[in-house]
């Protein structure tokens, strides 16, 4: 069982006086990245967002959004400085009379200058809501990493498929094998025959020579290797939680066994099942990239 860092989730609390949104985003990331966007009231509260969050999606690149919209308030959430509104307005007309230059929308532009229209921070209702913030927080973070598990059993899936792919590759590796030592053994009778009635040799040295030849180019080791590291991978796969970096691991030995293999044949049928193995390895690797 594996999870995506991939998810979403969303969670809405609405009463009579007021609504709560709650958005959560994770992407890939080696670390917990978090990024918190919340109203100003609860700015003391990121250390406590920050906990939940750690406990539910682990690591990630996470952007949470906290939304508080009151339905009914007794005063705007801007406040406006009447006194420098008006000192702006008489300043303006004094530099348009100067100028000569007519001032379109002064009522705009005036109230567009700094300081004149603030933000007012609710708090009086910070505390008593907080309760209610929190499990909406929760809820949003339960729905996030649920969406997580989904995405997980669909990578789950498609990794199950490409393992298939390299092991019915491997396969025909290991049935090509026998004919390219034969091939091989033909090719050097066939090119050292003459050379070797006409001229003397040491036939006991040309013999070992020619088994250090053959170990160099047998593959049983590579392909036995290769067998162990794609059962462990499914194997982690799926019985493990949180194995994202462990199965990037083991697909970086699968390549090297592949490598080697592919370095080794020296045969071009069994080049072909490599370069196949190498673009569904690829595929394995750029997609555990995004596992948990």
């Given at each position: 069982?594996?999870k995506?860092?991939?998810?979403?989730g969303?969670a809405?609390?609405e009463?009579d006086q007021l609504?709560?949104t709650?958005?959560?985003?994770?992407?890939?990331?080696?670390?917990?990245d978090?990024?918190i966007r919340?109203?100003?009231q609860?700015?003391?509260?990121?250390?406590e967002?920050r906990?939940?969050?750690?406990?539910?999606?682990d690591?990630?690149?996470v952007?949470?959004?906290?939304?508080?919209?009151q339905?009914?308030?007794a005063e705007l959430?801007v406040?406006f400085?009447?006194?420098?509104f008006?000192?702006y307005?008489l300043?303006?007309?004094?530099?348009?009379?100067?100028s000569g230059?007519?001032?379109h929308?002064l009522?705009k532009l005036?109230?567009?200058?700094p300081?004149?229209?603030?933000?007012?921070?609710?708090k009086?209702?910070?505390?008593?809501?907080w309760?209610?913030?929190k499990e909406t927080?929760?809820?949003?973070?339960?729905d996030?990493d649920?969406f997580?598990?989904?995405?997980?059993?669909?990578?789950?899936?498609?990794?199950?498929?490409?393992?298939?792919?390299?092991r019915?590759?491997?396969s025909?590796?290991k049935?090509?094998?026998p004919?390219?030592?034969?091939?091989?053994?033909s090719r050097?009778?066939?090119?050292?025959a003459?050379?070797?009635?006409?001229n003397?040799?040491?036939?006991?040295?040309f013999?070992?020579e020619?088994?250090?030849y053959?170990?160099k180019?047998?593959i049983?080791?590579?392909?036995?290797?290769?067998e162990?590291?794609?059962?462990?991978?499914?194997?982690?796969l799926?019985?493990a939680?949180?194995?994202?970096?462990?199965?990037?691991?083991?697909s970086?030995?699968i390549g090297?066994?592949?490598?080697?293999?592919g370095s080794?044949?020296?045969d071009?049928?069994?080049?072909?099942s490599?370069?196949?193995m190498?673009?569904?390895?690829?595929?394995?690797?750029?997609?555990?990239l995004?596992?948990?």
């Open positions: 069982m594996i995506s860092m991939t998810g979403y969303q809405i609390y009463s609504i709560i709650v958005e959560v985003k994770t992407l890939n990331s080696k670390f917990l978090l990024s919340s109203p100003r609860y700015s003391d509260k990121e250390l967002i906990n939940l969050v750690g406990q539910v999606l690591r990630g690149k952007n949470l959004t906290i939304e508080l919209t339905k009914s308030a959430p406040s400085n009447q006194e420098l008006q000192s307005i300043k303006y007309k004094e530099l348009s009379d100067r230059v007519e001032v929308d009522f005036a109230l567009q200058s300081n004149v229209m603030t933000s007012v921070v609710e009086s209702s910070s505390e008593e809501d309760p209610i913030v927080i929760q809820q949003a973070l339960t996030c649920k997580r598990m989904d995405e997980g059993n669909a990578l789950q899936e498609k990794f199950l498929s490409n393992l298939e792919i390299i019915l590759q491997l025909q590796v049935v090509l094998d004919m390219r030592k034969e091939r091989v053994r050097i009778r066939t090119n050292f003459d050379w070797l009635e006409e003397s040799f040491d036939k006991n040295r013999e070992q020619l088994i250090y053959f170990e180019i047998d049983t080791e590579e392909i036995v290797r290769l162990m590291h794609l059962n462990y991978f499914e194997k982690n799926l019985e939680l949180n194995q994202g970096k462990k199965l990037g691991f083991i970086q030995e090297r066994e592949i490598n080697t293999i080794k044949a020296n071009a049928e069994m080049q072909q490599v370069v196949i190498k673009d569904e390895l690829e595929k394995v690797k750029e997609q555990a995004n596992i948990l």
